[in-house]
């Protein structure tokens, strides 16, 4: 399947456009662990780099961002005729400036009654284990948006502590551990960035290497890669007022063409202040002032902020904020997830949600063609549907991500129509899906240009 170019004979190909650029010496076709190579931007961000295999070397082949990401039919028809219904005016709300996704200010936060989604953001810590066994021995399930700084140690992905029992742990080994008990991992930049105040080639960057550092360490713990299909802006930035920058299109368009953009409901406070006592690692905390609260003051001010949230007096769901960096999060967990219980709430990830707002999985809706089309019906949103209605058989549309590998690579007339609906190996965690004349892979623990991958069938 992997030969040579056979019958395999694209438009790109035909072109002649694929010899001008140099073949890389990185290989395509499956990960690579050892080493981890300094990552640099891309020389122009405005492309998108695709490559095709050929006998295991790379052909890199460029289309432009906008021409990956936008058909401009689709872009301009939204604009001029915009027929179709706007049930309750919700999709008024994502634009250009607001991307597909939940939890914005004043937005049309739908959300499951009875449900709370905990969600932990800015680790791994040293604090982490402590929370997943929280989170193990009370049987629920929450999502962890995570920012790679952490896994990254002194050189590569070797980042470690020592624990309170002096063993020696892995950064990394605690994101294969949320993967392995039922956990979802989501993308919160490397660098805890606010995008409302970096360019937009920072903001790919930050999205783009966080899933790439994320997926190595994934890899190198042992576990298979994860596509990161949900964001959300570190600081909540620029969406929540006090810290945003001005909004601009450019970088929320970034989001939109990654991943959906998660923020939140609820927030317990913790991360507003420190504690006195309060800290991020058994060896160094942060200074605080005399006014700072006592630690027991606050333990009972973030529990109140959850247990108490007006949410909870009707039931209503909720996406919590929390971070799993606070010890006083840490020790107050068990009595928020208790009382939440008492309340009668079950604990979700966030990609339950994802699939009961928008009946798909966030792989189909990450990105799509038109994320922040306000005129296209939402469940049409991220998908191309070949001779079935959007929305009835995954094994004849497709979405999200695979749509712009899709249209990248010639859509097609060059692949022909999809005959598979997308699969992730079980062996490699790859996410596939086959056309009539290729199959396109999605690689995220590869780096651009590799992350598309297509084999001709
Ligand atoms: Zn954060």
Redesign the pocket.
Known sequence: MHGGRGGWAPGLVRSGLLGILACGSWACSGPKLNPVPAVEPPENLDEIEIVLPEGGRCGPQRVTAEAALVPAEASSSAEQECSSPRPNGIDEWYSPIRPLGVGYPGGPNLLPRGVAYLTF??GPSEWTARFLDILKEKNVKATFFVTAKQLKGPVGLDGTFIDASGTTVVYRDLLKREVDEGHQLAN?TVN?ADIGRITREQLTSEIEQNELLVNRALLRAGALPEVLTLFRP?YGSPWFTGIAGPIDPSPTERIASHALNIMWTVTSTDASDWAQDEAYSRFSRPATTADAPTYEEKLERVKEAVVDAPATATGDGMIVLMHDTHSVTRDVLPEIIDGLVAKGYTFETIEHYVQWRWQRPSLDLAPGPALYNSCVPDKDWGCEAFDVPVGTDRSAEVCGRMWVAFHALGGVDELGVPVAAPERSPDTGIWSQSFERAVIELHPENPAPCNFVVRPR
């Open positions: 953001d800015d919160h805890h570190p």
